[in-house]
């Protein structure tokens, strides 16, 4: 009895550290909600990973504007605004 309560234990400590975040999504991932309940994990925008190349339509997860989208060499709010040429 006292084996499958530590094991059930250890089961439950191990399931608990793969949600590093707790909502569900990998470390450096939000999860996103939207309009149809429809729910996705979106990784983090990097200040540092500017100069990188990004593809038209690819979307990341903002710290100040939430969910932005690189689109025709602009990065676009969920406004479609946007936030940086």
């Known amino acids: 009895m006292v084996k499958k309560f530590r ?9 608990l550290g793969c949600e590093s975040n707790g909502d569900g999504c990998e ?6 909600v939207g309009p149809d309940a429809s729910e996705w994990c979106v ?8 100069d990188k190349e990004y593809r038209t339509g690819e ?3 903002h710290q100040k504007y ?10 676009t709010d969920k406004h479609n ?3 940086w040429p």
Request: proline share 0%; hydrophobic share 40%; glycine share 10%.
């Open 27 to 32: 470390e450096g991932y939000v999860r996103q």
């Open 81 to 83: 605004q946007v936030i």
């Open 7 to 15: 094991f059930l234990l250890l089961l439950v400590f191990f399931s």
């Open 43 to 50: 990784e983090e925008f990097k200040e540092d990973g500017i």
């Open 59 to 61: 979307s990341y997860y």
């Open 66 to 75: 939430g969910l932005i989208t690189y689109t025709s060499g602009k990065w």
